[in-house]
């Protein structure tokens, strides 16, 4: 197994679970399970530290990090609604028909949510949240705003959590509402719509806890 696949393979077994939160990482078991030498398992280890889903113990390796408190979540929410209704209006008034494409050719992929609870539907949800979130922020042009909600790896945390197929379903129509409104150039409306889906989500992620 190459590098990115050690990388790839721990972050699916910390989302899945199978990797419990606060487990300690055995990186020789994993070398030898990898058939790799320690130097891929630690090189995917400092970038899973990065998005913080394991933590460095002085002399002691790594453990995976816990899954986000109820403190934590709202907190991260908070900074959402900070920034990302703002972020939104902006988008509207700066929208180009090649951003607007862009952002309905996303929402075209996930008109129907993922059915399944299972790792591989909840992993297509999230990052189809990710990606959407992504380019409403990008379209918003200012990186410094894009940046602190990047670093919060918010969308890697929540996949900790719960995901169900209704929450699926609920998400992607608040999702159009948003996308119709930067497409109006409605910088009134994208603001009150992504500020409405962030309540929603937060929500639905804190009745899952
Ligand atoms: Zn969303």
Known sequence: MR????????????L???????????????????????????????RLESDGLVV??????????????????????ELRLLLEPHAARRAAQRSTPETVHELQAEIR???TAPPGADYESYKDFRQHDA??????????GNPIITAAVDRTHFHLHAFR??????????????HRAIVDAIAEGDGGGAEAAMRRHL???RARLLAAR
């Open 3 to 14: 590098g990115a696949g050690v990388y790839d393979e721990l972050t699916a077994r910390i």
């Open 16 to 46: 899945r679970g199978e990797l419990p939160p606060g487990a300690r990482v055995n990186i020789d078991a994993l070398a030898h399970e990898f058939d790799v030498s320690q130097t891929p398992v630690r090189e995917a280890l400092a």
């Open 56 to 77: 460095k113990e002085l002399h002691k390796g790594y453990r995976t990090t816990p899954k986000l408190s109820r403190a934590e979540l709202a907190n991260l929410y």
């Open 109 to 111: 992929r996930f008109l």
């Open 131 to 140: 990606r959407l979130h992504d380019l409403v922020l990008r379209m918003a």
């Open 161 to 174: 959590l719960r995901y169900d197929a209704r929450a699926g379903r609920e998400t992607v129509d608040e």
């Open 199 to 201: 309540h929603e989500a």
